[in-house]
Nanobody
Framework: QVQLVESGGGLVQAGGSLRLSCAAS????????MSWFRQAPGKGREFVAT????????YYADSVKGRFTISRDNAKNTLYLQMNSLKPEDTAVYYC?????????????WGQGTQVTVSS
């Protein structure tokens, strides 16, 4: 079992930056692929970025590529999302996700979310 707690959200002007953190409990954090998703008001949850267990590979949604950077510190059981050049359309609740597969079975966990609001 993994428990995830996001922090770092807030209100920022367009063009500004924020850094989100996701603290994970448990001794197996490093075995999970970690991702950020977001959900804007009235919309479905959408993928933002993911990083594999070792941190060696990352993937981004086209909408954030070049502006956001996902990283992880397995020694600190923490996932990060550095968000630069923020736009009003980045306004959403941001969720941390942990996922791994064992013999074809997916084990997936979500945090409670942190609000990011970008004013124009």
């Amino acid at each position: 079992q993994v428990q995830l707690v996001e922090s770092g959200g807030g209100l920022v002007q367009a063009g500004g930056s924020l850094r989100l953190s996701c603290a994970a409990s448990g001794r197996t954090f490093s075995s999970y692929a970690m991702s950020w998703f977001r959900q804007a008001p009235g919309k479905g949850r959408e993928f933002v970025a993911t990083i594999i267990w070792s941190g060696g590979s990352t993937y981004y949604a086209d909408s954030v590529k070049g502006r956001f950077t996902i990283s992880r510190d397995n020694a600190k059981n923490t996932l990060y999302l550095q968000m630069n050049s923020l736009k009003p359309e980045d306004t959403a609740v941001y969720y941390c996700n942990a996922k791994k597969w064992i013999i074809g079975v997916a084990y997936e966990y979500w945090g409670q979310g942190t609000q990011v609001t970008v004013s124009s």
